[in-house]
């Protein structure tokens, strides 16, 4: 089907905010203003851009850590404010870059720090939809190295046992931190599992949104009906495991080859977009500026924010929600 | 030394129709145990040597590490990988047709759907080709057996059958964008409203504008099988057939997907001698799809012009290869 | 009242929750039509098919699941056969369960109950009769409660299932087949919130702290005890997460002397956690050094050697005689044949083959 010209400028403008994140996070590393571990998914964006719109007020979702185009479910500061450990970002800031959520609002699922490990969560919050006969479709998407957790198999026979309306995303970027697919796995794709459990899988290309939301849309219609499925998004990550990765383990020939394979999907965007006539050059520079101011405010609001203090997160309060009978 | 070529597509019977569809997966597992039963066969047929495209999986590899390991009771001593730069793209299989071409290899096993068949034949029309179905819509391959497919190549690489025996010119559709050739489709060549290339495969029938097709038979599924709907084209036949398609009252069901079976209304359709030029001057942004994957972009105002040929590659008959072999005391021990 | 077995008053209990709330769910290997391999709670699954679940052989599958479901608002009780096979889920219990409430910034809290039938009296050896208190209580996020009595079990149990964290609730295998008691007809007098200790008798010389099967052993020393002038007073803490350290205090406060018995593991055990809480509180009121009772360091055999691994009677009478500075009777100095073993094996098939 074609895509209105609103819907074309969404998908553009959450790439952006994927590539323009990033690349704030970088600016303020650099300035030593932020502290921890951040990982970036560059040329990775079209994943988000295709599929983020896909996501309805019923669905729930489940990024992973290369996800900052998620953001565009959140409310941009507190996002950024949750990041930087400020009292009045999501989740009071304890849940750094990864583990901010909110289940009950925004249906944003936490993103667990062992890779890999929320498979079979997401799969029960699809089970409690469906025995609550409730609508929506959950989305959780994990990396090639998460897709090797034992866990997603479990998950896909959950699914299929119960007919769960969930969509499981596997970014297939080549390399599982600094290992190649290659070495982690006999298959180049993974979709092929699915199918010994009677679950659809589909490998996309993905540096081209188009085709991915036009997947996403096939595989939810399916999840809704009770129809699991599994959606692999070939791309390449042009950037290392985290902010500072040197990348020793890549070398010139591989990067070309598939840099050439899997083209900056921005760039790529933009061309289709001017090609078919449905934004002028000045038009996409106008839609990332407005982007990239939406997140220096963001950062701006959210330095202005109290900090997180080690007093706050302690207490029997904060680890049960029934502290009733005595000393914990 | 008798030479096989073997392009066996890593993606092919993959792609997002799965979603819609109970189409057939054919998995990389499953591939490589199609490869295995070609390579076994044509071995025990005769003496050649094989050469496999390269391929992001390493099916090859696979198959290296699996005549490497201990008790392996095949032969696969025959199989070399084919040393050339990978793009992972369908340039893959073009390049490496063309290839199979230049170093004179007696016949080119091709495993995929019509779109790796199409890729094939954009790389070669001279090398006899055995076309086998591993992919979503598979019009133009054949649903064949590894081993009997190891066994015609083995059997024609072996000199068992003159090409000209069992092998003839496919027809083909070319395709010509605003005076330039810009590519052929081996089934059909559909007019598609939706202008993006996207996921590549159609699955809103009401986006189809034109089918051209080489054959239809409303006994497939594809695109071809809507025009099918009106009229048979075999594959022996010398012409094609064009039809349009509208938004109007359905007036025939049609197979038009794996599993999907509906109403769409056809009109127009007529029979396209070989060689016929249809010409169009679009009026609407939308892509040219090439045997079931959109391709070409197209704007208002592009002329769009195509035309049925016998330009299309050698395609061997399998089977035929098989019993001339036989009925000339090929197999006898 | 109603006079019940443990199995009984468990599955009474679950049973009226699941009446009462339509988002209590029952899940686990085999608890369908089977009735679940721990205590055979048939009215379930006839009551209620739909909430019932029979799960594939998945302990990390199934209890990733009723995390999620957890997360969602339901509030699953997930059968383990063996707790031993916790092990298996380990991640979804530590970080799914325990961590959600916490990380979510208490928006997101988890009812789940995980129960299982813990120690020997399987006579099925090493990967199926451990203690697992010590190794799960590390988890700040978890409630571990470890009844011994029916009368406990049943206002616990519904107690748990309406709590809003994730609770571990581990039986006794060799006493959920034996205890009998009787429970309240009516609801309101049934709930036993977690955190509050039960004097189970009351004594002057020595307290002794202990749950499931060295609790039954330690109410039998105590009879053996009051016969050579030695007054015993048991606490049974019911929970050891939250853990009513005060009851203890006050008991220490009194006698002066302490015992800690269970049938974990001695080294790391929940023993070891009471033995220094008390230690940083009233060392001035312990007139003699604490005495852990416990199994040693090593696994259980298979068949019935498992009663001469574990702790038992006279390891608790040898215990208390230790920090009394007592000496010891003849009868009591080596390993003694535990009483009643064969009675044991009498009265389980009652359950076993219903």
């Known amino acids: 089907m074609a895509y209105s010209k609103e819907q074309l400028v969404e998908m553009y403008k959450i790439m952006q905010k994927a590539r323009l994140f990033d690349k704030k996070i970088a600016t303020e590393s650099k300035k030593g203003k932020l502290v921890g571990m951040f990982h970036f998914g560059t040329n990775q964006e079209a994943l988000e851009g295709g599929l983020m719109p896909c996501i309805g007020p019923d669905d729930y979702i489940k990024p992973y850590h290369r996800n900052h185009g998620c953001l565009s479910l959140c409310d941009m500061k507190l996002y950024v404010a949750g990041m930087l450990e400020r009292t009045t970002g999501y989740n009071m800031g304890i849940g750094g870059d990864y583990h901010q959520q909110d289940i009950r609002d925004l249906h944003l699922l936490p993103i667990d720090g062992l890779i890999g490990a929320d498979w079979l969560y997401d799969t029960g919050v699809a089970m409690a939809l469906k025995l609550q006969n409730k609508p929506g479709v959950v989305v959780t998407i994990n990396g090639d190295g998460g897709a090797q957790m034992g866990g997603l198999y479990e998950s896909m026979n959950f699914a299929s046992l119960f007919d769960l309306p969930?969509?499981?995303?596997?970014?297939?970027?080549?390399?599982?931190?600094?290992?190649?697919?290659?070495?982690?796995?006999?298959?180049?794709?993974?979709?092929?599992?699915?199918?010994?459990?009677?679950?659809?899988?589909?490998?996309?290309?993905?540096?081209?949104?188009?085709?991915?939301?036009?997947?996403?849309?096939?595989?939810?219609?399916?999840?809704?009906?009770?129809?699991?499925?599994?959606?692999?998004?070939?791309?390449?990550?042009?950037?290392?495991?985290?902010?500072?990765?040197?990348?020793?383990?890549?070398?010139?020939?591989?990067?070309?080859?598939?840099?050439?394979?899997?083209?900056?999907?921005?760039?790529?965007?933009?061309?289709?977009?001017?090609?078919?006539?449905?934004?002028?050059?000045?038009?996409?520079?106008?839609?990332?500026?407005?982007?990239?101011?939406?997140?220096?405010?963001?950062?701006?609001?959210?330095?202005?924010?109290?900090?997180?203090?080690?007093?706050?997160?302690?207490?029997?309060?904060?680890?049960?929600?029934?502290?009733?009978?005595?000393?914990? | 030394m008798p030479l096989i070529g073997i392009a066996c597509n890593p993606q092919s019977g993959k792609d997002i129709r799965r979603l819609l569809t109970a189409a057939t997966t054919i998995d990389d597992m499953e591939k490589l145990n199609i490869l295995?039963?070609?390579?076994?066969?044509?071995?025990?047929?005769?003496?050649?040597?094989?050469?496999?495209?390269?391929?992001?999986?390493?099916?090859?590899?696979?198959?290296?590490?699996?005549?490497?390991?201990?008790?392996y009771p095949g032969d696969l001593s025959q199989l070399e990988i084919y040393d050339m730069d990978r793009t992972e793209t369908q340039a893959d299989t073009i390049f490496f047709a063309s290839e199979m071409e230049?170093?004179?290899?007696?016949?080119?096993?091709?495993?995929?759907?019509?779109?790796?068949?199409?890729?094939?034949?954009?790389?070669?029309?001279?090398?006899?080709?055995?076309?086998?179905?591993?992919?979503?819509?598979?019009?133009?391959?054949?649903?064949?057996?590894?081993?009997?497919?190891?066994?015609?190549?083995?059997?024609?690489?072996?000199?068992?059958?003159?090409?000209?025996?069992?092998?003839?010119?496919?027809?083909?559709?070319?395709?010509?964008?605003?005076?330039?050739?810009?590519?052929?489709?081996?089934?059909?060549?559909?007019?598609?409203?939706?202008?993006?290339?996207?996921?590549?495969?159609?699955?809103?029938?009401?986006?189809?504008?034109?089918?051209?097709?080489?054959?239809?038979?409303?006994?497939?599924?594809?695109?071809?099988?809507?025009?099918?709907?009106?009229?048979?084209?075999?594959?022996?036949?010398?012409?094609?057939?064009?039809?349009?398609?509208?938004?109007?009252?359905?007036?025939?069901?049609?197979?038009?997907?794996?599993?999907?079976?509906?109403?769409?209304?056809?009109?127009?359709v007529r029979r396209l001698p070989l060689g016929e030029r249809v010409t169009r001057t679009m009026t609407y942004q939308g892509t040219l799809a090439l045997d079931g994957e959109r391709e070409i972009f197209f704007q208002p105002g592009d002329v769009i012009t195509c035309a049925v040929t016998r330009g299309g590659p050698m395609r061997v008959d399998a089977a035929r290869a098989i019993e001339y072999a036989r009925t000339h005391g090929c197999f006898q021990l | 009242m109603r006079h019940v077995s443990y199995a009984q008053a468990l599955e009474a209990a679950v049973f009226e929750e699941m009446q009462r709330d339509s988002k209590v769910y029952y899940m686990g290997e085999d608890v369908g039509v089977f009735g679940g391999a721990i205590s055979k709670m048939y009215s379930l699954f006839q009551t209620f098919p739909e909430r019932v679940m029979d799960m594939p052989l998945d302990e990390k599958g199934f209890t990733g699941i009723a995390v999620g479901m957890a997360w969602m608002g339901l509030r699953p009780i997930v059968e383990f056969m063996y707790p031993d096979f916790l092990v298996l889920a380990m991640n979804e219990v530590a970080h799914g369960a325990c961590k959600e409430y916490w990380l979510s910034n208490q928006k997101v809290p988890v009812p789940m109950v995980i129960r299982s039938a813990q120690g020997i009296g399987s006579q099925c050896g090493?990967?199926?009769?451990?203690?697992?208190?010590?190794?799960?209580?590390?988890?700040?996020?978890?409630?571990?409660?470890?009844?011994?009595?029916?009368?406990?079990?049943?206002?616990?149990?519904?107690?748990?299932?309406?709590?809003?964290?994730?609770?571990?609730?581990?039986?006794?295998?060799?006493?959920?087949?034996?205890?009998?008691?009787?429970?309240?007809?009516?609801?309101?007098?049934?709930?036993?919130?977690?955190?509050?200790?039960?004097v189970r008798r009351e004594g002057t010389d020595v307290t002794i702290v202990a749950w499931h099967k060295l609790l039954k052993d330690a109410l039998a020393a105590a009879d053996d005890l009051e016969k050579q002038g030695i007054s015993c007073e048991i606490i049974d803490p019911r929970t050891l997460i939250p853990f009513d350290i005060e009851t203890v205090l006050a008991s220490v406060r009194k006698t002066g002397h302490l015992v800690i018995a269970h049938e974990a593991n001695v080294r790391g055990g929940f023993g070891a956690e009471i033995a220094a809480q008390v230690t940083e509180r009233e060392a001035g009121a312990l007139k003699a050094p604490i005495v852990r009772v416990g199994t040693p360091n090593t696994y259980i055999p298979v068949g019935m050697v498992e009663w001469q691994i574990v702790p038992d009677k006279m390891d608790v009478i040898r215990a208390i005689k230790k920090t009394l500075g007592r000496d010891l009777l003849e009868e009591e100095k080596g390993q003694v044949e535990v009483d009643g073993v064969a009675e044991l094996k009498k009265s389980r098939p009652k359950n076993d083959e219903a």
Not at chain 1, 178 to 191: A, D, F, G, L, N
Not at chain 1, 305 to 319: S, V
Not at chain 2, 38 to 62: F, H, K, N, T
Request: contains cysteine.
């Open chain 2, 36 to 71: 295995e039963r070609i390579l076994l066969s044509a071995a025990a047929v005769g003496e050649q040597s094989v050469c496999l495209m390269p391929d992001r999986l390493g099916y090859g590899r696979l198959l290296l590490q699996k005549r490497n390991s201990r008790g």
């Open chain 3, 126 to 198: 090493a990967h199926h009769s451990e203690c697992i208190e010590g190794w799960m209580m590390n988890y700040p996020g978890l409630k571990i409660a470890v009844p011994t009595f029916p009368e406990d079990a049943y206002g616990m149990m519904k107690y748990a299932i309406r709590d809003n964290d994730p609770v571990l609730w581990l039986d006794c295998r060799t006493t959920i087949y034996t205890e009998e008691a009787d429970i309240p007809e009516k609801e309101k007098d049934a709930l036993i919130p977690f955190g509050k200790a039960r």
């Open chain 1, 166 to 328: 969930i969509v499981y995303v596997i970014v297939n970027n080549g390399v599982a931190m600094t290992t190649p697919t290659e070495k982690e796995c006999k298959c180049s794709e993974i979709s092929g599992r699915a199918a010994g459990f009677n679950v659809k899988g589909v490998s996309v290309w993905g540096q081209d949104p188009i085709a991915i939301r036009e997947a996403m849309e096939a595989a939810m219609e399916g999840a809704r009906r009770g129809e699991p499925a599994l959606l692999e998004i070939m791309t390449y990550r042009k950037c290392g495991h985290y902010f500072g990765d040197p990348r020793e383990y890549e070398t010139p020939e591989r990067d070309a080859r598939m840099t050439e394979k899997y083209p900056d999907p921005i760039v790529r965007f933009e061309k289709v977009l001017q090609e078919m006539g449905v934004c002028t050059e000045e038009e996409l520079k106008g839609y990332a500026k407005e982007v990239k101011n939406e997140i220096a405010e963001a950062f701006e609001w959210a330095y202005q924010q109290p900090r997180l203090t080690g007093n706050m997160t302690k207490g029997a309060d904060k680890i049960f929600s029934n502290t009733e009978g005595g000393k914990l």
């Open chain 2, 102 to 268: 230049r170093i004179g290899a007696d016949v080119l096993i091709v495993m995929g759907g019509d779109g790796t068949s199409r890729a094939a034949a954009k790389g070669t029309r001279r090398v006899p080709m055995i076309s086998m179905s591993t992919g979503t819509n598979n019009v133009y391959p054949e649903l064949m057996e590894g081993t009997v497919a190891g066994m015609a190549a083995a059997a024609l690489a072996g000199g068992m059958v003159p090409a000209a025996e069992c092998a003839s010119p496919a027809k083909c559709i070319e395709i010509w964008k605003n005076g330039t050739l810009v590519d052929l489709a081996l089934i059909d060549l559909v007019f598609c409203r939706n202008p993006f290339v996207g996921s590549r495969a159609i699955w809103n029938y009401e986006e189809i504008d034109q089918v051209v097709v080489t054959q239809c038979s409303m006994a497939s599924i594809g695109f071809s099988s809507l025009v099918g709907t009106a009229l048979r084209v075999t594959r022996e036949e010398d012409c094609g057939a064009s039809a349009e398609f509208t938004d109007g009252a359905p007036n025939t069901l049609a197979p038009v997907g794996a599993g999907t079976i509906q109403g769409v209304h056809i009109q127009n």
